[in-house]
């Protein structure tokens, strides 16, 4: 089985902190997506990567970045973290194709 | 904006019984994807239907899909108190690999 590993389950971070959340994938997707769900908005696409070091801007990019320097690791990156990102952010991966994505457990992410 | 809406927001049944969530979108798509989350985890993926299918069965899932509506139904027969999670349906356009999520389905099973 696919496995998208996200590395922290719970983070707590301070407002101006820089925070780097990770994911790995172990099946040689090409395609990975970084999301954030909020309770009545639902899942919104932030970023998302075709290849090793392409990525594209999802529907709320502004306040975040990604890298992509290995095809298993897509790094989500919050330069300065404010209070309104907090939320749970989640990283799936997926094959080309007619084929669904695979997620992480998720990572709960808590400025203060 | 969402381009899948799940109808109802939450649903309450007995075990046993059948339960039916829908969703609605707004553009032309490539296929159309359900998950499951348990509260607090990932998504886990259920099942796809692509955009000329109508009908597709997975175990005690069944969807359906009508483009003319622009509209697509998840049924879960016989349903178990595992089945207790949030369901999103979600819509891949004709060009490109992004899904766009609607709001979800809260499904309580009781025992």
């Known amino acids: 089985d696919v496995k998208v590993t996200q590395s922290s389950r719970y983070l707590v971070k301070r407002t101006g902190e820089k925070v780097f959340l990770e994911c790995v994938q172990d099946m040689d997707h090409e395609n990975m997506f970084w999301y954030r769900q909020d309770p009545g908005l639902g899942l919104r696409l932030i970023y998302f990567s075709y290849d090793v070091k392409m990525k594209e801007k999802g529907d709320i990019p502004e306040g975040y970045s990604v890298s992509r320097e290995k095809k298993e690791r897509f790094s989500l990156i919050l330069e300065s973290a404010s209070t309104n990102q907090t939320s749970m952010y989640l990283c799936?991966?997926?094959?080309?194709?007619?084929?669904?994505?695979?997620f992480g457990s998720g990572t709960r992410l808590t400025v203060v | 904006s969402q381009q899948g809406e799940e109808d109802p927001q939450a649903l309450s049944i007995q075990e046993g019984e059948n339960a039916t969530m829908n969703c609605s979108y707004k553009?032309?798509?490539?296929?159309l994807q359900w998950y499951r989350q348990n509260s607090g985890r990932g998504l886990v993926h259920l099942i796809l239907?692509?955009?000329?299918?109508r009908e597709k069965h997975s175990g005690r899932l069944r969807v359906t899909l009508d483009t003319s509506k622009k509209s697509s139904s998840l049924l879960i027969t016989a349903s178990r108190a595992a089945d207790t999670a949030s369901y999103f349906c979600a819509t891949r356009k004709a060009a490109g690999n992004k899904l766009t999520f609607g709001g979800g389905t809260r499904v309580l099973v009781k025992p």
């Open positions: 799936a991966s997926k094959t080309g194709g007619d084929y669904g994505y695979t």
């Open positions: 553009t032309s798509i490539n296929n």
């Open positions: 239907i692509r955009s000329n299918e």
